[in-house]
């Protein structure tokens, strides 16, 4: 499961050129003094959310992650600040709801953040916004790659019970026919936002598939 979620302090709740998120006065890192502010803010977050790049079409962006590696996903949108110090508390707040999320935040601005309204709006204007529609879609698309790993715990569960002889391996950080190797399996993949790196796993894939079928084939 996934979801997408902009967080922003203003009434404007919609992602658009028309609606730009305005600056709250209640905004704490916008009241207080800047080196009172860039210390009282610094919060868990910055230590708790992992850096990930995101492939997609022939361009690759970073994004920041949190939570449980098998709870729902969900999409974290920044306000036109960019990906700020707060937005990473709102993404690791979002993580520890209920029985948790994994909250993941695309880089819409490419590492660029918004020290003040002259310069977020300036970066709001010049944002791709095809592009960013395109980051979003494979941000969702790498929340599914690298999603629940129930599926294969209960399908482990029906192979133990069969009592017939089986090997079940788990390849981290991988997405979904990561052994297709073709240009256009990659392409594919990319464009997906999925992960497709890891050479290493696929080789170490293709000689457990060897060794499983000389045990069991060879005369």
């Not at 230590?47 to 997609?56: E, G, P």
């Not at 948790?100 to 660029?112: H, Q, S």
């Amino acid at each position: 499961m996934f979801a997408a979620a902009l967080i922003s302090s203003s009434p404007c709740r919609t992602f658009s050129r028309n609606c730009v998120p305005k600056p709250s006065s209640f905004t704490l890192s916008r009241v207080l003094p800047p080196f009172a502010a860039r210390f009282s803010v610094r919060s868990m977050a910055d230590s708790a959310l992992k850096k990930v790049q995101i492939q997609r079409d022939n361009t690759a962006f970073d994004a920041y992650v949190v939570g449980k590696e098998d709870a729902p996903g969900i999409v974290v949108l920044q306000e036109w600040w960019g990906v700020d110090l707060e937005i990473k508390n709102h993404a690791l707040k979002i993580s520890q709801l209920d029985s948790g999320f994994k909250a993941l935040i695309p880089d819409l601005y490419r590492g660029k953040v918004g020290l003040d309204v002259a310069e977020a709006q300036h970066l709001m204007d010049g944002l791709d916004w095809q592009g960013a529609v395109k980051d979003i879609r494979a941000s969702v698309n790498w929340l599914k790659a690298n999603g629940s790993k129930k599926a294969a715990k209960a399908l482990e569960e029906k192979l133990k019970a069969s009592e017939i002889p089986y090997e079940m391996h788990i390849y981290p950080g991988n997405a979904h026919a990561f052994m297709n190797r073709s240009p256009e399996g990659i392409e594919r993949r990319k464009g997906m936002g999925m992960p497709d790196e890891d050479e290493a796993a696929v080789q170490l894939a293709w000689s457990r598939f060897q060794s499983w079928m000389t045990r069991f084939l060879s005369s």
